[in-house]
């Protein structure tokens, strides 16, 4: 039997706007340490070209990656924007953050929307996950299920269920 469990009430709505930002959160938090506030360091980058809300998706994430070169140079250029360097800083995981974009811009998901009707079709959602977990390796599981929670789509949980024909013992 399965149920689903809401996304966390604490979850800003700049999240539930943008998917871009939830694909840096989850991919940094899970995958590298995000005391350097990446996602941060993403709005302050973009507010200074366009200033309006970050509502960006997969493509206007990727199209950052494009204008500075590589995920070498968005680490430094985007990641890092209005940061002094620190040769011993805390690693920023820009490759792992363009793989986990686009691989979902190539399943034509570029935003929110896109994702909750996406994970209406369990069958397509398994196969994201899969390749998500592949982009993003040993704690791949971990940063899809915060994503999908930023996104602010309940996951499937699996409830612990007694095996059969074993009697459970009661006080009495």
């Known amino acids: ?25 989850s991919v940094q938090s899970h995958l590298g340490q995000d005391d350097i506030g990446v996602v941060d360091r993403y709005v302050a980058y973009r507010r200074a070209r366009h200033e309006q809300p970050v509502t960006d998706g997969a493509r206007a994430l990727l199209r950052t990656f494009e204008e500075v070169g590589s ?3 968005w680490a430094g250029k985007v990641a890092s924007y209005k940061r002094r360097y620190s040769a ?7 490759r792992h953050i363009q793989q986990a974009a686009t691989l979902l811009y190539d399943r034509r998901i570029d935003t929110i929307d896109d994702l909750v009707d ?4 369990q069958a397509a959602l398994e196969q994201i996950h899969d390749a998500w977990v592949e ?6 599981d971990a940063a899809w299920s915060h994503f999908l929670a930023l ?4 996951l499937p949980r699996q409830t612990v269920e007694s095996p ?7 006080a009495a």
């Open 88 to 94: 011993t800083g805390v690693p920023i995981e820009a």
């Open 71 to 73: 995920s070498d140079q």
């Open 151 to 154: 996104a602010g789509i309940g």
């Open 135 to 140: 982009a993003c390796g040993a704690d791949g």
């Open 118 to 121: 996406t994970a209406r079709d």
């Open 164 to 170: 059969p024909n074993q009697v459970s013992m009661q």
């Open 1 to 25: 039997m399965t149920t689903s469990i809401d996304a966390p009430e604490a979850v800003g709505d700049d999240y539930r706007h943008s998917l871009a930002l939830c694909i840096i959160e």
